[in-house]
């Protein structure tokens, strides 16, 4: 197996244990995975993996079609949700123009439309809309999960919520995790509103932020980034309310 775009075990498919891993490309913190050799392993503080396969491509000298070119920078757009998350650096942004020059798209309109399908949540369930981008994290031996939903409206996301919320119980059941948070982000606004549920969710968050609820939600604003502002603020706080 070569694992991209993450490389902790709980993130990994079914059946890691017993596998062969031979590569693993990420952007991602390094997490708990162990591997029974030496194994290529790349990892880079970018805003998006299909930066470093970009620069892959780049190093190797091979040709790209126009299709892979479409969906790697498609993806560098989704993660950096349009070069206004705080982890997009430089590189991530020559590569996106770079590969939308290869692809025939303009980067402005593929981004605002590709939000917009994405954002299309009345014919999904609540599965869809939860699961669609959601890793589960692991700290001081506990279990929690991480979902984001982006939308360019308030109106999209207040739909969500109301999808989402009496949904996140069976979350909890269904991934065996103690807590779990899910980002419903307003990429206009570059505001997240936080809704969780589990044991201690809540008061793991009024530490980490020093923020009460309001209307079942944590109004987190400038915060965009599951990686990047979410994940470390929490895994401190986690840190500090287990000891």
Avoid: W
């Avoid at 091979?62 to 070119?69: G, L």
């Avoid at 705080?86 to 402005?108: F, N, S, V, W």
């Avoid at 954002?119 to 599965?127: E, L, Q």
């Amino acid at each position: 197996m070569i694992l991209v775009d993450h490389n902790e075990k709980t993130q990994a498919a079914d059946g890691i244990d017993g596998a062969d891993i031979l590569e693993i490309i990420d952007h991602h913190r390094i997490g708990s995975l162990e591997t029974i050799s030496p194994v290529f392993f790349r990892n880079q503080p970018v805003g998006c993996t299909a930066t470093i396969i970009y620069q892959m491509f780049q190093e190797q000298g091979v040709e790209m079609p126009e299709k892979i070119a479409g969906l790697l920078c498609s993806a560098i757009l989704s993660d950096t949700l349009m070069y206004r998350s705080p982890t997009c650096t430089p590189m991530d942004q020559i590569a996106a123009e770079a590969l939308a020059q290869k692809a025939g798209i303009r980067t402005e309109d593929h981004a605002r439309a590709m939000f917009q399908a994405g954002s299309d949540f009345g014919s999904k369930t609540p599965a869809e809309i939860c699961y669609q981008d959601f890793k589960v994290f692991s700290q001081n031996d506990i279990n929690f999960g991480v979902g984001q939903i982006s939308a360019m409206t308030q109106e999209e996301l207040d739909q969500v919520k109301e999808i989402l919320l009496p949904y996140l119980e069976e979350v909890l059941k269904e991934k065996k995790i103690s807590m779990v948070f899910v980002m419903l982000t307003n990429i206009i606004d570059e505001t997240t509103y936080l809704i969780c549920d589990g044991e201690n969710a809540d008061a793991l968050m009024e530490q980490a932020y020093g923020t009460q609820k309001e209307n079942d939600v944590y109004v987190l604003e400038r915060v965009v980034s599951r990686k990047k502002q979410l994940i470390p603020v929490l895994t401190t706080a986690l840190q500090e309310f287990s000891a």
